[in-house]
Every structure is written in C-alpha cells, then in structure tokens.
C-alpha cells in the first residue's frame, strides 16, 4: 500500500472529513464554479477581494477526497495572498501535479501543498487534484466557469 | 456454483493473467468494456496479415476475401440475435451510433410537432440526447417512464403514457448503471397495440444472456461489439426489414449508392444504405468470431454461473456497513452499483486499482439516475463469466479497505 499512502496521506483525509472554509462568502466579490465532468466534482470557490488581496476565500460543493482536501488547503494557502502571490502560487501548483515542476528540487513557494506532488503517480486524478485551483485562477480573474475536461 | 468451468475458460482471455500494481488483475469494469479472447484475437490478426483489404469494391483476390468475411460475419450476427435476414443487421461503430441513426433517421421522417417519444429514467446517455435533438429540431416532446426505488420502471406509467401522438418508445434492454432487466418483451407489445415501434438499446443484455430479436418482436435493437469480448468500432443495428427500407439514409457517401449523378442520387439496398464509407472490416470481423467464441462455450451456462456470481457479491457487498447498493430490482445482470458512506467513489475507483481491482467510478453516462438516487456517482462491479468467486472475495476485503483508510 505504499503507493495509495503517498496519495491518501493523513493529512488529506483530514481536510477531506473536515475542509477548511468550507463555506459562502455573501460579500464575495469574485466567485467561479468548477466541474470535473468525468468525476461529477463540483465546486464554487467565493473570493473576497480588498485592494487587491484575498482578503477572505472558500468553497463549496461535492466531490472526492482529494478534490476536497486540495480546495481546502488552497484556501488557507492563498488567504492574505495579493492577487499577483495567488497567481504564482496557481501556477506552481498547476506545474507541480503536471510534472513540469519538481517541488523538492525547483525553488517555489508551494510549502505544505507539495503533499499533492503524488497525484502525478495517478494521472485520473490529476484534474481532481487541480480543480479548486483552475477555479480560484477564474474567480480572480472574472471569469465564471472552468471545466477541467 | 455450477458445473461451469471458470478455469478453463480464463485460459481463453490473455489479459487476464496480468499483474497490475503488483497484484493479479481482477477486472470488474466490463459493463465498459470486456476482454478478448484468443479466437477474436487471432481472427483479428489473420486479416490484418493476410486479408486487409476494401470490402465489396475490388475484384481481386484480397478484397473477395474481406469482403466474404464481412459478410460472413454478418451471418453470423444474424443466427446470434436470430434475425430473420442477414441484411437486417447493419454494422454500425457500436451502440452510440446505433442510437444516433435511428434517432436521425426515423426522426427526420417520421417525427413532427407534437409528436412524443418515449424514454426512460435509466437511459444512458447515448439514448437519451440524440431523441433530445430530434425533438429539439421537430418541436416534439420527450417522456419519460419513471422508475421506482428498486431501480425497475413503472409499467402502469408506461402504458398511460402511450397515446395516439407516440411516435417511437426507446429504451435499454439492461441498465448499465443499475444492472436492471427491462421486461422489454411487454413493453413491446404494449408499445405495438398503439402502433408504436420501439427501439431497443441492447449494449449491457447482449453480453449477458442470449438474445432473440424475434421473439422480442423488436423494431430496432443496438449494440456494441467492445462489451461482448470483440474489439472497438464493431457493432450492430439490428432493424426489422419493414422499417429499414422506409428510413432514410444516416450518412451518405461511398458504398451506400446505387447511381449517382448531380442531380440526383438513388440509395443502395440495406445493408448497404446504412453503411458509407469503408467499415470497421477488422472489429467486425472480429465481432464475428466473438460470436463463434460464445457458441463454443455454452453461452446459457455461462450466463447462469455469471447470476451466481451477481448474488454472491451482492450478498457479501451489502453485509457491510456503510455500503449500499444502487439498483437492486429483482431482475438484474451482473452489474453492481455501490457507494459507501462518507467516501466518494473516484476514492473507491483508486484505492480498489493500487489492489489490482478494476472498476468503473463516475456518473456511468446516466446522470439522470444519479440525480433520482440523490447520489454523484457510484462504483460499479461488472462481472463477465470469467470472473471468479474469488475475485469477489478480494473486493469485498478492498472495501473494507476503502472503509479502513477513510475510518
Ligand atoms: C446501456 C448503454 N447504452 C449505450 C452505451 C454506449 O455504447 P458505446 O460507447 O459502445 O457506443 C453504453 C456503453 O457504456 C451502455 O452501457
């Protein structure tokens, strides 16, 4: 089971069983949904925005746990973040479970979100893994759905 | 379990006896797709080296071959569902197709405003949007026979719902996402004392007990080579004379004419009207010694140690707490649906693949039924006569694993 470790790792069933900020922003300023037509994973991820920094992020909806325990990590990751910080990280993360960045080797900023490296390990769930952030990069940038397909 | 020889046949299927992450593969995902055995295989691989070649457009050598295999391969298609005549049975690409062309055939020419067509809850999707199309373009109207909480359909809705503005009924023989046997021999009947034909997507029964579309009195009857242990691209429509003739053609091009000129064209007989283009020759060749494959093994004992197994691994799958099974109509195929408590099935899909375990998670192309059972999607168990008990046994202890992890 070594394997199914790397990807089922503590620390992602416990964002699974209880996500952080797992919930609305009424005063939201920029929101997008995300669906992962394959899985049927769906998620809104709600942006407050403060000149130009995240003041307060979350999410909502259904899916898997790895699903979950990403967006979930990725709201206490980028909260505070300036638009520009968020981005960078957006692009890291993406680069990370893509296999274009190695996070143990190439300098980056992705610090506790490097534990999703091991979906590179299960390519069907490399788009599980990526959704919350595909969506944050839409809500930040005023656009209203992704589809990770 | 009965007399069936499971061992024996398991020497047949070369995929079988892989190893995937260490363990021996125990494939449980053949409502998506089954596994080929030896016969189709070589049959496969005997044209590709020695007949590959266009069909029904050379005289020489090669092709006459091709194209006598093709078309024996037809024959063959039509004694395995008991048609009447061989031209009965179009090759299609597979059941996908096989919807669509009727849809946009039967549609285009018998379908106007106000007319209804007759769906039903636990369609795949591939028999649902090409009627939505239709109806779109037609101004028709869609129905649809609901089912209830076992996962059967509910025939007094069915038989109110037919009227003199029916146009056609299309529904699945066997549910792929709940394992569910229509008893579509009644419907049928039902369907015909309105005047109504009804087209039947065969893709899950096909694989699983014989078929005779005779006695079925079918109008229309699809299915998919690649889920009856033939390879990708085969496939038939199956339609009775009658109605062929009267359809217009799907798509037009070469091998489906009689003459052309630019002013006008007239259309080649069936099969050949439903057939432009060059064909799969190879997966329908194929198809074809499936088909022998499956008159070889005593298909009708494999079915029965197949439902052996569907009650085995129901029986063990529901005495564990926290699963629970989608679809449990009286009469099933081998197909289990399941989800467990607190975990979402993509979970499932994955921890059950490091074990060596394949099977299907998601919505399975009927999201109309994961929205009636209130679920995202499930993990299904398709079993095939080749699977054994013992491979039961190692998902059940995989879910207890799953349940394990997630704990
Ligand atoms: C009931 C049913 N209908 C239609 C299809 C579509 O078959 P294909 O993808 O081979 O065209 C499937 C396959 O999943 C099915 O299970």
Redesign the interface.
Known sequence: ?S??ND??QEVI?DH??NPRNFREIESATNTADGNNP?????LRVYVEMEDDKVKDVAFKG?????SKASASMMTQAVKGKSKEDAEILFNEFHKMVTGELDAEADENSLGKLKIFAGVLE?P??VK?ASLSWHTLHAALNEEETVSTE | MSSFDVNKIREDFPVLSQTVNGKPLVYLDNGASSQVPNLVIERGSKYLAEEHSNIHRGVHYLSQNATTAYEAAREKVKRFINAKEAKECIFVRGCTEGCNLVAYSFGRKFINEGDEIILSQMEHHANIIPWQVVAEEKGAKIRVIPMNERGELILEEYENMLNERTKIVAITHVSNSLGTINPVKEMIATAHKFGVPVFIDGAQAIPHFPVDVQDLDADFYTFSGHKMFAPTGSGVLYGKKEWLDKLPPYQTGGGMIRTVTFEKTTYAPIPEKFEAGTPAIAANIGLGAAIDYLNSIDFEAAAAYEHELLEYATEKLSAIEGVRIIGTAKEKASVLSFTIENVHPHDIGTILDQQGIAVRAGHHCAQPVMQFFDVPATARASFAFYNTKEEVDKLVEAVQKVIEVFA
């Open positions: 089971m394997e199914l990807l089922y069933l699974n069983k394959l899985c049927g994973d769906a259904s899916g898997c746990a790895i299960f069907a769930r599980c």
